[in-house]
């Protein structure tokens, strides 16, 4: 064993180890051991992971649960679905082993075989009821299967090999879990951003793949997000940071960690060596490092007053998740107009298709983005058929809320970086309420804008995107709609057409259409044509109003009428936007030539 950092005197009183023994059934060995146990000692797996929310139920992977002191089984029972009783003499060690399938490619949980393994410590670490507190440590052991394998995690190494296998530590249980693990042969590269190492693993990469063009595309994201909020020289949260990367045929996704990042993407998606133009994915790959990687500040730290201590039996609710997914996703597209990775033609198509996804969301009359919040445990994270007409996404309309308040803000000699870096100056980089958001764009004197700001956070009307953005050299134009949104469908087109949506008040729902239909032709004077797409419509509807829509439904066939001319005179949905005034839209993109307000700071 390699000591490459500096042990504690005593050893952690709670101890995990994790082997993974059994790749080909997905499953992880654990021992937790427990120095000092309590005479009932209540043990629990978490039903969630910050930063997802929803109630994922992990314990329904663990099995097999037994415990033993100094050799000598003790009686193990189990008080609910994720919590266990175990029987202790005082004063003697505990060990408890089981095991977790590990059979989940997302970033969320757990996987393991032959090629990789993976975990969270919310999916593989039993929580010591009464020793949260106390420090823990975590011994990942080779085995077999696995000799051959590389190690990558946030946590601090204590005792590992050349490879990782070895012991780290954390200094309690929260820190533990938010230290998710990759284990396999991955390739591997480094960088210093901001004078914070940083550590980049990537599997399951094609042989194409340009691993210095992403190392050194990612050391400029993390440059400028380190210099934006710490523009006063203060030092960045983490010690070190790493980024881990898994490659598939075809996914997306991340969540974030306190000093690491859980990735997901497609192969196609990675920049190819000898191409000097990336695909469109890869610029959609650095949005989602951007993201996750604001939320190191932003959420991780920053956050809301509701988690200053996570609950892990149950759902913790906030109504500011507007603020911490929805402005991190305002900044994620424009730190790569800051770091010079996309332009601003770039970045304004980006804007542009945020802003016509939320128009084209009937939700947005329903649903507030605060209730968009408090409601992610139940709609946001469980989409379905009516999603879209009952709810507004708090990332996307989050981030309209953003942009209209940074450009309401740059029109009153301030930005959204002010209040950005005042709140994390006036919480110290903790917790904090809508009203301390309220209080910072306040202090920066913008009293009349605070007060906007909360209109568009609880209301449900549309937010004044035209007024503002032409305040700042955009301005807006009408563009048609597809003949989807004409019709009022989201549709899936493979040799017929499959309507995944039918949206709140259009001429598809005035048909009768609905969710799960099959449509399989139209009947348009007295003619009868099949349709395999949906622009095969208005080709054989020809100038006809009226026609009749056959659809397939629990294996009937139903002859709809359907009124195009509906569909003809619907409002236009989409907004275009075009440059009037390049010098504004500079100044606002890049964050600079706003002298005033960068002299202008937010109260202590």
């Known amino acids: 064993m390699t000591t490459v950092s500096h042990a504690t005197g005593n050893q952690p009183g709670i101890r995990y180890t994790v082997q993974a023994n059994a790749v080909d059934a997905h499953l992880f060995d654990v021992q937790l051991h427990i120095a000092q146990p309590a005479v009932e000692q209540i043990l629990s797996l978490p039903v969630w992971i910050p930063g997802s929310y929803l109630v994922r139920e992990f314990a329904k992977n663990l099995q097999g649960l ?31 082993s089981y095991q977790v399938c590990a059979y989940d490619t997302s970033v969320r949980t757990a996987w393991l075989d032959r090629r990789r393994g993976f975990f969270n410590g919310t999916s593989l670490c039993l929580r010591v009821h009464g020793q949260e507190d106390t420090p823990h440590a975590l011994e990942v052991l080779s085995s077999p299967a696995t000799q051959n394998w590389q190690i990558a995690t946030g946590l601090t190494a204590t005792q590992v090999d050349a490879n990782g296998f070895g012991l780290y530590t954390a200094a309690h249980y929260d820190e533990l879990v938010d230290c998710p693990v990759e284990m396999g042969q991955f390739w591997r590269g480094s960088f210093t951003a901001g004078g914070v190492p940083h550590e980049f693993v990537v599997a399951g990469a094609a042989p194409s793949f340009d691993g210095e063009r992403l190392l050194a595309d990612t050391q400029k994201i993390c440059e400028a997000e380190i210099a934006f909020w710490h523009a006063d020289g203060s030092q960045p949260p983490m010690d070190r940071y790493v980024f881990m990367l898994n490659v598939v045929d075809d996914n997306y996704g991340g969540l974030e960690h306190r000093n690491s990042t859980a990735l997901i993407c497609g192969r196609r998606d990675l920049p190819r060596k000898g191409e000097a133009k990336a695909a469109e ?49 305002y900044y994620d597209d424009l730190f790569l107009r800051r770091a010079g990775l996309i332009d601003s033609a770039q970045y304004l198509k980006l804007i542009t298709r945020t802003i016509n996804q939320v128009l084209q969301t009937p939700g947005r009359h329903v649903q507030s983005v605060a209730e968009s919040s408090y409601d992610a445990w139940v709609k946001y994270y469980r989409q379905d058929e009516n999603t879209a007409n009952h709810t507004v996404s708090y990332y996307t309309k989050g981030s309209l809320v953003a942009l209209c308040l940074d450009l309401a803000l740059r029109s009153n000699a301030s930005s959204l970086d002010d209040v950005m870096r005042g709140l994390w100056r006036k919480s110290d980089g903790g917790p904090i309420s809508e009203a301390d958001v309220l209080a910072v764009v306040t202090d920066l004197g913008n009293a009349d804008i605070a007060q906007q700001l909360q209109s568009w ?9 035209r007024e503002l953005l032409s305040q700042h050299g955009i301005n807006t134009k009408a563009e048609p709609a597809q003949l989807a949104q004409k019709l009022g469908l989201r549709v899936q087109e493979n040799h017929s057409v499959q309507i995944k949506t039918v949206l709140r008040g259009g001429p598809a729902e005035q048909a009768g259409m609905m969710a799960g239909d099959e449509w399989l032709a139209i009947k348009a004077d007295q003619q009868y044509w099949r349709i395999n797409k949906l622009d095969d419509v208005p080709l054989y509807a020809g100038a006809a109003n009226q026609v009749t829509a056959w659809v397939a439904r629990d294996r009937m066939i139903l002859e709809l009428p359907l ?5 003809a005179t619907q409002a236009i949905s989409n907004l275009g936007l075009e440059v009037s005034d390049k010098t504004a839209v500079q100044r606002w993109l890049t964050g600079v030539g706003n002298e005033e307000g960068e002299s202008k700071g937010a109260a202590e």
């Open 66 to 96: 037994s415990a033993t002191q100094n050799g000598q089984v003790t009686a193990a029972k189990q008080l609910t679905k994720n919590q266990w009783k175990i029987g202790c003499s005082p004063d003697t060690a505990c060990t408890i």
């Open 281 to 329: 994915g890869y610029n959609t790959l650095l949005g989602l490092i951007s993201h996750e990687y604001f939320h190191t500040w932003n959420v991780k730290r920053l956050r809301p007053a509701e988690f200053a201590r996570y609950d892990y039996e149950q759902e913790n609710y906030t109504e500011l998740l507007w603020f911490f997914e929805g402005f991190t996703s």
């Open 457 to 465: 956070v609880h209301s449900r009307t549309d937010l004044p995107l």
């Open 563 to 567: 009124d195009l001319s509906g569909a």
